[in-house]
């Protein structure tokens, strides 16, 4: 991986340049150019295995790219990841607290009493975002799983990062939950200027906060703005397959993908 910078990625938060991920024989994806501009949400979508968690990986500083370059601002010190959610250990004694001062490690917070102080201020400000203060010297794994992830969006957010890397973050999460935590994203990105890469299987419960979509299928992507991308033009060219995208209120559904991505029921309509 490199930092090269151009004169565009000055400005952009990410900036992709030819960017190629091949594991082996297997090609990821090639020749990606991608600028994501501070404040700016793009749903990174896909079937399983199309590369959305590697992607995270290297902008993240911990795959290096095949080929091509990459730059974040900030570097790493400024990223905010939300990891795709497992259940952690019921035997952690970890409190919820110390999970979320995990996210200010690396920015010299906590030196002397004051410090501290401030550093306390701080993860009490990020739990109470989250809706976790209630549960916050609990021991992390005796919480649910949607208790645990609003902990790691407090953890991704409190360091005060330039990007913002989800995972797949709503999993888990029930409606009002899903809604408390894209909304927090969505006001972050908004007066923070942080830009937002945010991987999901469901386009549809964050579709009004996304700008533009970086679609992968099996090598190929597509970048564009969802109504760009989100047609069946699109789709059928970028799975090969006669896919069919259909609007129906304010939700867009994907059809005649289930074959190639059979484990994404939600991104398919079960309408008649
Ligand atoms: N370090 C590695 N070495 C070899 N192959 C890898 C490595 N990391 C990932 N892969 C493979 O690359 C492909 C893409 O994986 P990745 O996790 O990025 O996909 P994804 O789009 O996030 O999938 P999902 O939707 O299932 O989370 C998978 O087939 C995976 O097995």
Not at 1 to 10: C, L
Request: hydrophobic content about 40%; some cysteine; glycine content about 12%.
């Amino acid at each position: 991986m490199t930092a090269q910078v151009t004169d565009t990625s000055v400005r952009a938060a990410v900036a992709l340049r030819g960017a190629r991920l091949s594991y082996g024989d297997r090609v990821l994806w090639d020749g990606l150019d991608l600028d994501v501009a501070p404040g700016e949400f793009v749903a990174v979508l896909g079937p399983n295995g199309s590369g959305k968690t590697s992607l995270m990986r290297v902008l993240l500083g911990l795959q290096p790219l095949s080929g091509g370059t990459v730059h974040v601002a900030g570097g790493n010190r400024r990223i905010g990841y939300i990891p795709q959610q497992r259940a952690l250990d019921p035997a952690l004694t970890l409190r919820g607290r110390d999970l979320v001062g995990f996210g200010l490690d690396g920015h010299g917070w906590g030196v002397g009493w004051r410090g501290r102080g401030q550093r306390r201020a701080r993860v009490d400000q990020a739990l109470a975002a989250v809706g976790a203060t209630r549960y916050a010297d609990e021991p992390v794994g005796l919480l649910s799983g949607g208790e645990q992830q609003r902990l790691r969006v407090a953890q991704a957010l409190v360091g005060d990062p330039e990007v913002l890397l989800c995972d797949e973050p709503l999993l888990s999460l029930d409606l009002a939950h899903q809604r408390v935590v894209s909304d927090l994203i969505d006001r972050r990105r908004r007066e923070a200027g942080t830009a937002v890469l945010f991987v999901t299987h469901e386009i549809n419960p964050v579709l009004p906060l996304v700008d533009r979509v970086l679609y992968l299928v099996d090598g190929r992507f597509r970048i564009g703005t969802p109504a760009e991308v989100m047609t069946s033009a699109t789709l059928s060219e970028l799975y090969r397959t006669n896919v069919e995208v259909v609007r129906v209120r304010d939700q867009i559904h994907v059809v005649g993908a289930q074959h190639v991505c059979e484990d994404e029921p939600h991104h398919v309509a079960d309408e008649d």
